[in-house]
């Protein structure tokens, strides 16, 4: 099953390319791989949460927000070559905004690293780091990127 029908099949979408907030693309190929910039869990230019997690946001809200963060990842992936040829995922990097004392962060990403499970199955389990930070841009409490493997373009 292509990454299209099996996103079909969950019921989601893939929404249009975040802009970026700043001198960046949204992704970039270099030879068989496609590098993402950090995607904020913005939808429809709106961000859908703001704060600290563990504080004004609680971790399985930032698991959602990652969640939302990795389809804009697969959006830009989709801008320059269907996800459709997205061959495995290698990578995925996920900054979590965190508030004093939180440890949680990998069970925050694990919102990101599930969804690209579920959709590439096998091809979606990946290499991972989850970093808290004390800031992310416009207020997010979560931003990830990933680095995925792509086939030849159609």
Do not use: W
């Not at 700043?22 to 913005?42: E, F, H, I, S, W």
Request: hydrophobic share 50%.
């Amino acid at each position: 099953m292509s990454a299209s029908e099996r996103l079909a099949e969950l019921g989601l979408d893939l929404p249009e390319v975040a802009k970026p907030l700043a001198a960046y693309v949204p992704a970039k190929r270099v030879g068989d791989l496609v590098y993402t910039a950090g995607q904020l869990p913005l939808f429809e230019g709106r961000l859908l949460g703001e704060g600290k997690v563990g504080a004004e946001v609680t971790p399985t809200e930032a698991a959602a927000l990652a969640r939302q963060c990795v389809l804009n990842a697969l959006a830009a992936v989709d801008s320059i070559t269907s996800v459709d040829q997205i061959t495995q995922v290698v990578k995925v990097v996920g900054f979590v905004a965190s508030a004093p004392g939180f440890t949680g962060q990998p069970g925050v990403v694990n919102g990101a690293s599930e969804l690209l499970v579920d959709i590439f199955g096998d091809a979606g389990v990946h290499a991972r780091s989850a970093v808290g930070v004390s800031e992310l841009p416009l207020n997010a409490p979560v931003e990830v990127e990933i680095i995925v493997e792509v086939g030849p373009a159609l």
